[in-house]
C-alpha cells in the first residue's frame, strides 16, 4: 500500500518567493496534518484537516503561511512570502480517526531551503 | 504551557537494555504515543499508551502513569539499526487530533 506522498522531496529557492508543498494522504484517512521541524523547535504541528475541512490551524506561524485541502486526497502548503527562518523539514501525516490514539503515517518529507 | 521532556541523547551498547523517559504537562491527557525517526526519514509509529501500565511490543514495551505524568520507552536487546531519535507524542484531549510531541531522545547504540 502507498503511504503519504509529499513532493518535492528538496526545495532550494531564494527569499520572496512563493513556495507549494504538497502532499497525498493514505487513501481512507480522514485527518490530515502539517508539521514543521528544526533543530531549535523540533516537531510542530502547524495545521490539520478532518475530511477536508481545517480544524485546528493555531499552529500556523502567521499570515505568510496558508494550507489547503480541496480534496481527500490531496492537500497544499503554501508560504507568501518565503523567509529564510522558513528552512526547515515540513512533513505530512494522515491518520483515521476514532477513539484512542490513532498512529500517524508520516510521508518523508519536504526539506525547504530558504536562501 | 503545554510540554513535553525527554533526555536529549542517551547510549547504549548493542544487547543493551535502554529506558527512554517522558514528563508531559499538557491541559488534559488522551493518550501517550511513541515515534522512531532515523536520521533524514520521518517519524514512524511504535506503540501507544491510554491507560497505566506496561505495553509490549517485541523488542520495545512503553509504560505510563498518569498519576505521575510520566511514561518510557523501553528498548531490549539493543541492535545498531535501533541508533535513531525518539518522540514522545500526547494526545492532549478526545477533543482535538492535536499532538504535542516531545523534544525528541537521540540514542546512540555502540558495537
Request: glycine share 10%; charged share 20%.
Amino acid at each position: 500500500d502507498a503511504g503519504v506522498i509529499q513532493s518535492p522531496r528538496h526545495e532550494v529557492t531564494e527569499m520572496g518567493q512563493e513556495v507549494t508543498l504538497r502532499c497525498k494522504p493514505i487513501s481512507g484517512h480522514d485527518y490530515l496534518f502539517w508539521y514543521r521541524q528544526t533543530m531549535m523547535r523540533g516537531l510542530e504541528l502547524l495545521i490539520y484537516f478532518n475530511n477536508n475541512v481545517p480544524i485546528d490551524d493555531s499552529g500556523m506561524p502567521e499570515d505568510r503561511f496558508s494550507a489547503k485541502m480541496p480534496n481527500a486526497s490531496f492537500s497544499t502548503l503554501k508560504i507568501q512570502p518565503s523567509e529564510p527562518r522558513d528552512s526547515a523539514v515540513y512533513f505530512c501525516a494522515s491518520s483515521l480517526g476514532g477513539a484512542g490514539v490513532q498512529p500517524q503515517h508520516f510521508g518523508d518529507g519536504t526539506r525547504l531551503s530558504i536562501l | 504551557g503545554q510540554s513535553l521532556e525527554q533526555p536529549s541523547e542517551v547510549t547504549a551498547v548493542e544487547g543493551a537494555i535502554v529506558q527512554i523517559n517522558c514528563t508531559y504537562q499538557t491541559s488534559g491527557f488522551y493518550g501517550l504515543s511513541w515515534y522512531q525517526q532515523h536520521d533524514g526519514g520521518a517519524p514512524t509509529f511504535l506503540s501507544y499508551n491510554a491507560l497505566d501500565g506496561l505495553e509490549e511490543t517485541g523488542r520495545f514495551s512503553s509504560f505510563l502513569s498518569r498519576s505521575d505524568s510520566y511514561g518510557y520507552l523501553l528498548l531490549q536487546e539493543l541492535q545498531m539499526k535501533d541508533s535513531a531519535s525518539y518522540f514522545c507524542a500526547v494526545r492532549a484531549s478526545s477533543g482535538t487530533y492535536k499532538y504535542i510531541f516531545g523534544t525528541g531522545t537521540r540514542l546512540k547504540v555502540l558495537a
